[in-house]
């Protein structure tokens, strides 16, 4: 039986076959499924030219009209219906200059970058594999429809692409695939900055990652990415990597670049701002976490950068880190885990001692929350007054 949400799709496959149309599931989700991997999203393809995806069904928006893909709604489900149809002329090594629509799937099965992609099933779980990816598949290779040379030429980004399958599902280059990777590398510079972003993260957060960031170092892909590259190296050589998720990854790619260019470093990605100021505050974290933790530390850092922090340190100094169950408990035992918890306010303050607003109160209310973090004081309202009045600060 077929994974259901192919199931789900399949009367979208069985409309346009009703209309006269061929119709199937291709790329991505097929080879998922024969590797018996999650499937994110199935992408379905047609010989119906849009116009007439679009009489079949109701509800569809034009995504990409010119390139053959119409979204289409269907059983409260998206889905992404592309017309067969090949490419031509690729000038700039990334866009092909045309595209044509075509009848014929074998045609659009071509144009697909590797084997492993360019299989299409039918709604009964036919699968239509001209290119032998199947085998593929069980010799674990990734291998180029065609000549990888031509492939590469045509569309630099193939090449990331190519590192980043072999990061997130362990499989290896083909022999020539390789080489003519290697030899064509520097294509790669033709490839804006966030189309080479977004397969470096794939890369990053992929379960052989390791193998993946050695590919890229082995290739010379590496030198045509932001960075300076010496960091790169120095990530792929370090071991234990493969445990860590795609924000950890970056963390400790950080700590290899000089402490003046990390905003420069993060920005040269075009990685969105939240994400610099995530990595940027684990970093200083982490820089203080090398002599201990501290309850001061673990509560400014929160639990989500402390594990972060923590698992960049085990791969850093194996020796000394501690596990990340130890971090959580210790974060547990934290008297407040937010200045929301404080039991006084601002408010409380002024009352209690008859004074205006103004920055005094701020200070005092971060005296009492160091006081609360580091035991002196319970969180406790009156204790707090007590406190404060012992030590005339009220
Ligand atoms: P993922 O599971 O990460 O989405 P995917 O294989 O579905 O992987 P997509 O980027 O979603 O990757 O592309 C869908 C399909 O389109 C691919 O399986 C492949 O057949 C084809 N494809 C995508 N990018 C290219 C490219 N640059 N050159 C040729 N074919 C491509
Ligand atoms: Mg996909």
Redesign the pocket.
């Known amino acids: 039986m077929l994974p259901t949400i192919f199931q789900q799709a399949v009367p979208v496959l069985k409309k346009l076959e009703k209309a006269g149309f061929e119709a199937y599931f291709?790329?991505?989700?097929?080879?998922?499924h024969l590797l018996g991997r999650t499937?994110?999203?199935v992408?379905i393809t047609t010989s119906a030219y849009p116009e007439e995806v679009k009489v079949v069904f109701h509800r569809t928006i034009d995504i990409g009209i010119e390139h053959g893909t119409v979204l289409v709604l269907e059983g409260g489900r998206e889905y992404e219906i592309t017309t067969f149809r090949t490419?031509s002329a690729y000038t700039d090594y990334r866009r092909p200059d045309k595209v044509e629509f075509i009848r014929s799937l074998d045609g659009d099965?071509k144009?697909?970058?590797?084997t492993?992609?360019?299989m299409a099933m039918n709604g009964d779980g036919l699968i239509i594999d001209p290119y032998h990816g199947k085998e593929d598949i069980h010799n674990r290779l990734i291998r180029t429809?065609g000549s990888p040379e031509m492939?590469f030429t045509?569309?630099a980004?193939?090449m990331m692409?190519a590192v980043?399958?072999v990061s997130?599902l362990g499989f290896s280059l083909e022999p020539s695939t390789l080489t003519s990777l290697r030899e064509h590398s520097r294509l790669l510079e033709h490839i804006a900055v966030e189309r080479k972003t977004m397969e470096f993260e794939?890369i990053l957060a992929g379960q052989w990652k390791q193998e993946g960031l050695n590919l890229l170092v082995d290739t010379n892909l590496y030198k045509e990415l932001p960075g300076y590259g010496a960091e790169l190296k120095a990530l792929a050589d370090l071991p234990g990597l493969d445990i860590l998720n795609k924000d950890q990854a970056w963390l400790l790619l950080l700590t290899y670049i000089g402490e003046a260019d990390v905003q420069g470093f993060l920005k040269g990605w075009r990685l969105p701002v939240k994400m610099i100021r995530s990595r940027s505050k684990e970093l200083e974290i982490l820089k203080e976490r090398k002599s201990g933790w501290t309850k001061t530390l673990l509560y400014h850092a929160g639990l989500e950068a402390a594990l972060n922090v923590e698992k960049v340190y085990g791969c850093l100094e194996p020796s000394s880190a501690v596990s990340v169950e130890r971090v959580m408990e210790q974060y547990r035992k934290l008297a407040i885990s937010s200045r929301q918890e404080l039991d006084v306010t601002g408010t409380d303050l002024m009352a209690w001692s008859g004074q205006k607003g103004g920055p005094w109160v701020k200070e005092r209310l971060l005296e009492i929350e160091s006081a609360i973090i580091n035991e002196s004081i319970p969180n406790d309202k009156e204790e707090i007054r007590r406190w404060l009045a012992t030590c005339n600060r009220l």
């Not at 291709?26 to 998922?32: A, E, F, I, K, P």
Request: aromatic share 6%; net charge positive.
């Open positions: 291709v790329g991505g989700s097929v080879r998922d499937i994110n999203d992408d490419e099965l144009r697909r970058d590797f492993m992609n360019s429809v492939r045509e569309d980004l193939r692409r980043r399958f997130q794939k």
